[in-house]
């Protein structure tokens, strides 16, 4: 295993399991993003994710699950990804360690296969937990968005002593509409399945404060990191493939050089949400 960055923001370049257990200090993390491979043969810089039964790959998750648990703090939140029919897994897995707090359905465009004899997929899930449900970060006022009424005008609240227009911004609910990662966006990288930085931005707003340490444990093009790093939050990034450790020291960089203004400059052009 090597290690590259600095002191706040570290990139660990080898197997998540072994990372956690040798160098992430345990209760030492407030906010864990956990996207794991999903199991469905995806290739990752030449190495096809696929393990011989479904029973390996939930044994082989169940792992890191309580791994990110033992390094979060007790008051700390975790977001984990995976495949639609293995979430389920996870849920009763995890249900009975930390506390559920939302199904968060992740929808988006179609991708560029359609399916013709079956309804395909357009969503993934998000388990979105905290370990102490009396006490846990959720900076609400700083994931406000624009509740779509289909008012042409805004709405007056003629009940006030003076009236005044309604306040038309909300929490987001629970299906998230965000574009994927497309070749021709700005924030591409050469990886299969990236996460969108509007994604990481709603998660990392919502659930850390700026100091705040993120884990994230399968980080590919380190998204997670950037995005930490933009918003003045330190991380810990680990991944197995050299490539993708690469691009996650270009990236953090480039996240120093446009701390603030890129985020909002995409967050204003790929993000849209559902009526809750
Ligand atoms: C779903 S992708 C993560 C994508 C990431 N969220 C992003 O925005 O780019 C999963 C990543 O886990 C990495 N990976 C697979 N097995 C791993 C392991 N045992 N330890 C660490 N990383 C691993 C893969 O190389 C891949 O880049």
């Given at each position: 295993?090597?290690?590259?960055?600095?002191h706040?923001?570290r990139?660990?370049?080898?197997?998540?399991?072994?990372?956690?257990?040798?160098?992430?200090?345990?209760?030492?993390?407030?906010?864990?993003?956990?996207?794991?491979?999903?199991?469905?043969?995806?290739?990752?810089?030449?190495?096809?994710?696929?393990?011989?039964?479904?029973?390996?790959?939930?044994?082989?998750?169940?792992?890191?699950?309580?791994?990110?648990?033992?390094?979060?703090?007790?008051?700390?939140?975790?977001?984990?990804?995976?495949?639609?029919q293995?979430?389920?897994?996870?849920?009763?897995?995890?249900?009975?360690?930390?506390?559920?707090?939302?199904?968060?359905?992740?929808n988006?465009?179609?991708?560029?296969?359609?399916?013709k004899?079956?309804?395909?997929?357009?969503?993934?899930?998000?388990l979105y937990?905290v370990?102490?449900?009396?006490?846990?970060?959720?900076?609400?006022?700083?994931?406000?968005?624009?509740?779509?009424?289909?008012?042409?005008?805004?709405?007056?609240?003629?009940?006030?002593?003076?009236?005044?227009?309604?306040n038309?911004?909300?929490?987001?609910?629970?299906?998230?509409?965000?574009?994927?990662?497309?070749?021709?966006?700005?924030?591409?990288?050469?990886?299969?399945?990236?996460?969108?930085?509007?994604?990481l931005?709603?998660?990392?707003?919502?659930?850390?404060?700026?100091?705040?340490?993120?884990?994230?444990?399968?980080?590919?093009?380190?998204?997670?990191?950037?995005?930490?790093?933009?918003?003045?939050?330190?991380?810990?990034?680990?991944?197995?493939?050299?490539?993708?450790?690469?691009?996650?020291?270009?990236?953090?960089?480039?996240?120093?050089?446009?701390?603030?203004?890129?985020?909002?400059?995409?967050?204003?052009?790929?993000?849209?949400d559902?009526?809750?």
């Open positions: 295993m090597e290690i590259f960055g600095t706040q923001h990139i660990i370049h080898g197997d998540a399991l072994q990372a956690l257990q040798t160098l992430v200090p345990d209760h030492s993390v407030d906010l864990v993003f956990a996207d794991p491979p999903y199991n469905i043969g995806k290739c990752f810089s030449g190495h096809i994710e696929k393990w011989n039964t479904e029973e390996a790959y939930l044994h082989w998750c169940y792992q890191w699950l309580d791994l990110c648990l033992q390094k979060l703090k007790p008051h700390g939140s975790l977001y984990v990804m995976t495949a639609t293995f979430m389920p897994y996870f849920d009763i897995y995890l249900r009975h360690k930390i506390n559920i707090l939302s199904r968060i359905v992740w988006y465009d179609s991708s560029g296969v359609q399916a004899k079956y309804f395909g997929s357009m969503y993934e899930p998000i937990a370990k102490d449900k009396q006490h846990y970060t959720f900076n609400a006022a700083d994931i406000l968005i624009e509740a779509k009424t289909g008012a042409r005008r805004k709405l007056i609240d003629y009940r006030k002593a003076i009236p005044a227009i309604y038309t911004q909300k929490v987001p609910g629970n299906v998230w509409d965000f574009s994927r990662v497309r070749y021709r966006m700005n924030e591409y990288e050469n990886h299969p399945t990236q996460k969108p930085v509007a994604l931005e709603r998660i990392i707003r919502a659930s850390s404060h700026k100091g705040d340490t993120i884990l994230d444990p399968f980080s590919g093009t380190f998204t997670t990191c950037a995005v930490a790093r933009q918003l003045g939050r330190n991380s810990i990034g680990i991944e197995l493939q050299e490539e993708y450790v690469k691009i996650g020291l270009r990236r953090l960089q480039l996240a120093e050089e446009y701390k603030g203004e890129k985020l909002q400059r995409q967050r204003r052009s790929f993000e849209t559902s009526i809750a």
